[in-house]
């Protein structure tokens, strides 16, 4: 039994496979429809391997539609077109580069949204500025550096066609980390809470203190 079902599940997918590249090499618009799964997975692999090499090499554009939106609310910028957004990118990428000796990117979380339509990629930008490398000659280190890295997340995400081409792309703000946040939070409660509650030995000490005086 579980040899027949995993010969109809290879059919299935042979079939949709095949389904997917014809809908790509025909002449046929289907970019009014809504994407297949299996195009939103394409593009989730390529995202991934993709990204990590953003400011190490020219990244893949080619499963953006010619035509491409790009929102950067980041800067509060509208970009049109896969050229445009092309040379965007290459020139915050080279500027990012001689601001900053050390600078890598990582894809932190991809993930497809069938619903939508949509690819939902979750980035972060890990740094070494030349401020604080020369205030810190530790950081000259290269393994002191990768765990004393700064850093900032930023949020996209891609809406896909159905002839599987993002033809919108929005790049929302970056923000920090929550579990970060709370951390930092959490470390200035005890801090607060050591300064303010007094210590039982003092207090008895006072006491006697008073009674002596008595």
Same mark, same amino acid.
């Given at each position: 039994?579980?040899?027949? !079902?995993?010969? =109809?599940?290879?059919?299935? &997918?042979?079939?949709?496979? $095949?389904?997917?590249?014809?809908?790509?090499?025909?002449?046929?618009?289907?970019?009014?429809?809504?994407?297949?799964?299996?195009?939103?997975?394409?593009?989730?692999?390529?995202?991934?391997?993709?990204?990590?090499?953003? @400011?190490?090499?020219?990244?893949?554009y080619t499963f953006y539609h010619r035509d491409v939106?790009?929102?950067?609310?980041?800067?509060?910028?509208?970009? #049109?077109? #896969?050229?445009?957004? &092309?040379?965007?990118?290459? @020139? @915050?990428?080279?500027?990012? /580069? &001689?601001?900053? *000796?050390?600078?890598?990117?990582?894809?932190?979380?991809?993930?497809?949204?069938?619903?939508?339509?949509?690819?939902?990629? $979750?980035?972060?930008? /890990?740094?070494?500025?030349?401020?604080?490398?020369?205030f810190n000659p530790l950081l000259f280190r290269f393994?002191?550096?990768?765990?004393?890295? %700064?850093?900032?997340? +930023?949020?996209?995400?891609?809406? =896909?066609?159905?002839? +599987?081409? =993002?033809?919108? &792309?929005?790049?929302?703000? %970056? #923000?920090?980390?929550?579990?970060?946040?709370? /951390?930092?939070?959490?470390?200035?409660?005890?801090?607060?809470?050591?300064?303010?509650? *007094?210590?039982?030995? !003092?207090?008895?000490?006072?006491?006697?203190?008073?009674?002596?005086?008595?």
């Open positions: 039994m579980s040899t027949i !079902s995993r010969t =109809v599940h290879l059919l299935v &997918m042979g079939r949709c496979a $095949r389904f997917t590249s014809l809908r790509r090499l025909s002449d046929i618009d289907y970019s009014k429809e809504k994407p297949t799964p299996w195009q939103l997975e394409h593009i989730q692999t390529r995202l991934i391997d993709t990204t990590p090499h953003f @400011f190490r090499q020219r990244i893949d939106v790009l929102e950067n609310q980041i800067i509060g910028r509208t970009i #049109r077109g #896969r050229d445009m957004m &092309m040379h965007h990118f290459g @020139f @915050f990428s080279v500027m990012l /580069k &001689m601001a900053c *000796p050390h600078i890598e990117m990582e894809c932190v979380d991809c993930h497809p949204q069938i619903e939508d339509g949509t690819v939902r990629l $979750r980035w972060r930008i /890990k740094y070494v500025s030349w401020l604080r490398l020369a393994n002191y550096r990768l765990k004393n890295l %700064s850093w900032y997340d +930023g949020y996209s995400v891609l809406d =896909v066609d159905g002839n +599987g081409d =993002v033809y919108k &792309m929005t790049v929302q703000k %970056s #923000r920090r980390d929550e579990s970060y946040l709370l /951390k930092g939070a959490e470390n200035l409660k005890k801090t607060l809470e050591k300064a303010v509650v *007094p210590k039982p030995a !003092s207090t008895v000490n006072s006491t006697k203190d008073e009674s002596q005086k008595r």
